[in-house]
């Protein structure tokens, strides 16, 4: 195996730093929405505005989760490049390798709100349809 250097972990940076942006935004995005979706709900109670909420309940949560692993991961990368900073070379791949697995557990749960968020415009055509 090659030694792992001080590049490896910091490749990551950028991909991680745009990928927390990018949960970061759709955060924002979902706490407009709520804003609005209380409104909603306050004028009239629908079923549509009350399953609305539900999945947004759920997909908040799934944000939060994604955030947190995000941001372990860039935690986690950047402890990795301390240890190789300090020549403490074998706990720095393993550090790394961690970093890497929040990475992509990130990823699959950011898939799953995706498809969380389908589901939330499904209700809103099938709504449509309706009328």
């Given at each position: 195996?090659?030694?792992?250097?001080?590049?490896?972990?910091?490749?990551?940076?950028?991909?991680?730093?745009?990928?927390?942006?990018?949960?970061?935004?759709?955060?924002?995005?979902?706490?407009?929405?709520?804003?609005?979706?209380?409104?909603?709900?306050?004028?009239?109670?629908?079923?549509?505005?009350?399953?609305?909420?539900?999945?947004?309940?759920?997909?908040?949560?799934?944000?939060?989760?994604?955030?947190?692993?995000g941001?372990?991961?860039?935690?986690?990368?950047?402890?990795?490049?301390?240890?190789?900073?300090?020549?403490i070379?074998?706990?720095?791949?393993?550090?790394?390798?961690?970093?890497?697995?929040?990475?992509?557990?990130?990823?699959?749960?950011?898939?799953?709100?995706?498809?969380?968020s389908?589901?939330?415009?499904?209700?809103?055509?099938?709504?449509?349809?309706?009328?």
């Amino acid at each position: 195996m090659e030694e792992l250097t001080l590049t490896t972990p910091t490749l990551l940076f950028s991909a991680v730093s745009l990928i927390l942006l990018a949960y970061t935004n759709r955060f924002l995005s979902y706490a407009q929405l709520v804003r609005v979706l209380k409104e909603q709900y306050l004028q009239n109670h629908s079923e549509v505005t009350a399953a609305q909420i539900a999945n947004l309940r759920l997909r908040l949560y799934l944000t939060r989760s994604m955030q947190v692993l995000g941001i372990s991961s860039l935690f986690f990368c950047v402890v990795s490049m301390f240890l190789i900073y300090i020549k403490i070379y074998t706990p720095a791949v393993y550090v790394f390798g961690l970093a890497l697995l929040l990475l992509i557990a990130s990823l699959g749960v950011s898939i799953w709100e995706i498809q969380i968020s389908v589901k939330a415009l499904e209700i809103h055509l099938k709504d449509m349809e309706k009328r």
